[in-house]
């Protein structure tokens, strides 16, 4: 199975299971009094939405190159995460607004049965964070992680309400808006959650240096090519799931124009043949002092 066939079988999967999971916290939280279930509900109703998105960045970005596009299209990836994102911050400030509104506002506490409901879904939310974001870093998806941060950021609301309806439970009447101060908590940490996101996915599309891992490998295999002495200048840019390099190898000065544009054929293939993930790679020969 391809690293886009993978990306794409695990987003099915959070698709399913956001689906379901939104069903069970908006029927739970509307028959169990419970408001910070409900915003767990908004949020997990949200990530269906991101994780359609995710699932079109994915297979755009692993459209092959075409002559508009000699790079691909693995730029839209991190431009799918941007729109994750504002889901995310949208999902969190009407999380947040509709939780100010409730603290001051009397109503029924929470029903005791709405803890077994939490209990289960914090435990199947971190089952998929976990399993999304080890797809994650085998596919290289920038994408795909933030999908994994959603299941996250869910688990963290849902343990959020769980402590709130606690409270609210444990100390009975007047402490009714504890609910609701824990689904305003969850809004901020979502929020934090989507600069944790944002970050990487800028870094991706201003051609960040983040790969000293890389290109340290990339050197490595560069030195058991036959005729390569030495590498200088490495650049590396990630677009999608590929890695495209720039790369200054060194080889004997006297050597003819042919065998040095032999050896970066070389070079070339042994570098792709050794590290999947890399995309275009251009060699620049350099002669030895």
Same mark, same amino acid.
């Given at each position: 199975?391809?690293?886009?066939?993978?990306? *794409?079988?695990?987003?099915?999967?959070?698709?399913?299971?956001?689906?379901?999971?939104? /069903?069970?916290?908006?029927?739970?939280?509307?028959?169990?009094?419970?408001?910070?279930?409900?915003?767990?509900?908004?949020?997990?109703?949200?990530?269906?939405?991101?994780?359609?998105?995710?699932?079109?960045?994915?297979?755009?970005?692993?459209?092959?190159?075409?002559?508009?596009?000699?790079?691909?299209?693995?730029?839209?990836?991190?431009?799918?995460?941007?729109?994750?994102?504002?889901?995310?911050?949208?999902?969190?400030? /009407?999380?947040?607004?509709?939780?100010?509104?409730?603290?001051?506002?009397?109503?029924?506490?929470?029903?005791?049965?709405?803890?077994?409901?939490?209990?289960?879904?914090?435990?199947?939310?971190? /089952?998929?964070?976990?399993?999304?974001?080890?797809?994650?870093?085998?596919?290289?998806?920038?994408?795909?992680?933030?999908?994994?941060?959603?299941?996250?950021?869910?688990?963290?609301?849902?343990?959020?309400?769980?402590?709130?309806? #606690?409270?609210?439970?444990?100390?009975?009447?007047?402490?009714? #808006?504890?609910?609701?101060?824990?689904?305003?908590?969850?809004?901020?940490? *979502?929020?934090?959650?989507?600069?944790?996101?944002?970050?990487?996915?800028?870094?991706?599309?201003?051609?960040?240096?983040?790969?000293?891992?890389?290109?340290?490998?990339?050197?490595?295999?560069?030195?058991?090519?036959?005729?390569?002495?030495?590498?200088?200048?490495?650049? /590396?840019?990630?677009?999608?799931?590929?890695?495209?390099?720039?790369?200054?190898?060194?080889?004997?000065?006297?050597?003819?124009?042919?065998?040095?544009?032999?050896?970066?054929?070389?070079?070339?293939? #042994?570098?792709?043949?050794?590290?999947?993930?890399?995309?275009?790679?251009?060699?620049?020969?350099?002669? #030895?002092?």
């Amino acid at each position: 199975m391809t690293k886009a066939q993978t990306a *794409i079988k695990t987003t099915y999967f959070s698709i399913l299971g956001n689906t379901s999971l939104a /069903i069970i916290k908006a029927l739970a939280g509307y028959f169990g009094n419970s408001y910070a279930l409900i915003a767990d509900a908004i949020e997990s109703t949200t990530d269906i939405f991101t994780s359609f998105l995710v699932l079109f960045g994915i297979k755009y970005s692993n459209k092959p190159a075409d002559k508009n596009h000699p790079y691909g299209h693995g730029r839209a990836e991190p431009l799918i995460t941007f729109l994750v994102v504002g889901f995310l911050i949208t999902s969190a400030t /009407i999380i947040a607004y509709k939780s100010i509104n409730n603290i001051g506002t009397k109503h029924d506490l929470p029903k005791p049965w709405t803890l077994f409901v939490l209990g289960a879904i914090i435990i199947w939310k971190e /089952i998929s964070f976990r399993l999304v974001l080890k797809k994650s870093r085998e596919t290289n998806s920038s994408s795909l992680k933030a999908d994994a941060w959603h299941h996250r950021s869910d688990a963290i609301t849902s343990v959020a309400a769980f402590i709130g309806i #606690s409270i609210a439970l444990i100390l009975g009447d007047g402490y009714e #808006s504890a609910d609701d101060w824990a689904a305003l908590f969850a809004s901020g940490f *979502i929020l934090y959650n989507c600069y944790l996101i944002f970050r990487p996915a800028l870094g991706e599309i201003m051609d960040e240096h983040l790969y000293d891992d890389l290109v340290e490998e990339i050197r490595k295999v560069s030195l058991k090519v036959e005729g390569i002495k030495g590498t200088e200048k490495c650049f /590396i840019r990630k677009a999608g799931m590929k890695y495209h390099v720039d790369l200054h190898a060194i080889v004997d000065a006297n050597i003819t124009v042919k065998e040095g544009h032999e050896l970066s054929h070389k070079l070339k293939d #042994s570098l792709r043949k050794e590290i999947f993930e890399l995309g275009h790679v251009l060699i620049h020969i350099e002669p #030895s002092e």
